[in-house]
């Protein structure tokens, strides 16, 4: 396969998936419209079923008239025969013959009235629960849209009040945390304080002579000397 068979291979499948992700964005819509158009087909086909249903009442009509006129002249053979007239019973009889041919004319037009609506009656019953199974689903498919829908939006709510309690909750533990790095500066602060103000009075004492050094060069010199002598 060349470049340009590859390339148009490739620009053939795109505009499939450009068209699929089209349908797929509206097939609720073209759902909707689908079963509009079946529902305005069953009518019609409901309508023709009547039609077809009036024609068979006639037909049957014309049929029965037809066996009646057939059973009245064959009755009239009989009586010509009866009679003697055997010409008049063969006319009759033609005449008899001519009736049975519209009658079985009729026959077959009402038997084929007779396939047509059961043949209809079917399909009418067929689209009918197809149309009725299609709006079931459809229904379903809203419905579930609809709550994924408001799902989605709950999330996406909750997620942006999450977002923001998080930075609350982090800003907070900063405020915290330098709060407490601010009281241990304090607390430093006050201890060293204290220790210088401890060392200015044990300073002042040792000048007055009330507290002497814990070690001088005189108290290490007079240990020495009394460990030499030993």
């Not at 590859?6 to 964005?25: H, Y």
């Not at 006319?91 to 209809?120: N, W």
């Not at 909750?169 to 304090?186: F, N």
């Amino acid at each position: 396969m060349n470049i340009w068979s590859k390339l148009l291979t490739a620009l053939r499948g795109g505009a499939t998936e450009v068209g699929e992700s089209i349908i797929d964005g509206h097939a609720l819509r073209i759902l909707d419209q689908e079963i509009r158009d079946s529902d305005v087909e069953l009518r019609r086909s409901k309508e023709a079923l009547a039609e077809i249903m009036a024609k068979l009442k006639l037909a049957e009509g014309r049929l029965a008239k037809s066996n009646e006129k057939i059973a009245e002249y064959e009755a009239y053979t009989i009586k010509a025969l009866d009679s003697g007239d055997e010409n008049l019973a063969r006319e009759v009889a033609g005449k008899i013959a001519t009736l049975e041919t519209v009658r079985d004319g009729e026959q077959q037009q009402v038997e084929q009235f007779f396939a047509s609506v059961a043949d209809l009656r079917k399909s009418i019953t067929q689209a009918e629960t197809n149309i009725r199974r299609l709006k079931q689903q459809v229904d379903t498919v809203k419905a579930t849209e609809s709550v994924q829908r408001a799902q989605s939006t709950v999330a996406h709510r909750y997620s942006g009040s999450q977002s923001k309690l998080q930075t609350a909750v982090d800003s907070l533990e900063r405020i915290k945390q330098k709060q407490a790095e601010r009281g241990a500066r304090m607390e430093a602060a006050a201890e060293l304080a204290k220790d210088e103000g401890q060392d200015a009075v044990d300073a002042k004492l040792k000048e007055a002579g009330i507290i002497a050094d814990a070690v001088s060069a005189d108290s290490v010199l007079e240990r020495l000397k009394k460990k030499q002598a030993v």
